[in-house]
């Protein structure tokens, strides 16, 4: 699952920081988001998920903020891990249930031990 | 293991040769997704079934040619591939009406064109 040669967003963090990637959505009749996160040699795995009526949703040590206005998406991890190193993805669905999933591009999240 | 399983996991194949990547679900989804993820463009959406039928093709050139036989199964069948066509395709499912829209990838095939 790596992405090699890609030239992604790098965010680089001491172990026991907290992490906060953003991701900016470009739909405005989305109703439906996701962060995925994609370890080497794996597919995107769910992390959390939130609805457009929310603005905030929370799981274990990651929270999801939405803003609306201006179409912004982040993801909070606490007390980042070295196992949370990975390529972190937005996902953003169009309105309706046949709508299909869009992706961001990436972040690289690389913790430091 | 996420419940959708793809095989192989590499690929390498010369440009003339004919070959199917495979992908299985055994999470009751109904619908199933063909993605391309490459150095230059990530996880660009190749295909979409849903219910068996396909509902979007995205421009994709006709020597990439997806067969869904039922609801679980889900193959990309690829022929004369050019060096271009080298990247990681996943595959992955969802049930197109329920309480969530997550999908849920594979692991992905390696493909390399020589």
């Known amino acids: 699952g790596e992405s090699v040669g890609l030239h992604l967003p790098t965010l680089s963090v001491q172990e026991g920081d907290n992490s906060i990637i953003n991701c900016a959505y470009s739909n405005s009749a989305s109703d439906y988001f996701i962060w995925y996160k994609q370890e080497s040699g794996k597919g995107p795995q769910f992390i959390i998920d939130i609805r457009s009526n929310m603005d905030k949703r929370q799981g274990q040590r990651v929270t999801v903020l939405l803003n609306k206005t201006v179409k912004h998406l982040s993801l909070q991890i606490a007390a980042t891990q070295p196992g949370d190193s990975a390529v972190y993805f937005c996902?953003?669905?169009?309105?309706?249930?046949?709508?299909?999933?869009?992706f961001g591009k990436g972040t690289k999240l690389s913790v430091k031990p | 293991e996420t419940g959708v399983t793809q095989t192989p996991r590499h690929l390498v194949m010369g440009m003339t040769n004919k070959k199917s990547l495979k992908c299985e679900q055994h999470l009751g989804h109904n619908a199933m997704y063909w993605y391309k993820q490459s150095a230059k463009k990530p996880l660009e959406l190749m295909f979409v079934?849903?219910?068996?039928?396909?509902?979007e093709n995205n421009s994709v050139p006709s020597r990439f040619s997806p067969e869904c036989p039922n609801s679980s199964h889900l193959f990309l069948h690829l022929h004369t591939l050019q060096p271009e066509d080298s990247a990681l395709y996943l595959c992955a499912s969802s049930q197109v009406r329920g309480p969530g829209y997550g999908y849920t990838f594979g692991s992905g095939t390696r493909l390399t064109v020589v």
């Open positions: 079934y849903s219910l068996e039928e396909r509902v």
């Open positions: 996902a953003e669905k169009e309105g309706g249930s046949q709508g299909n999933l869009i």
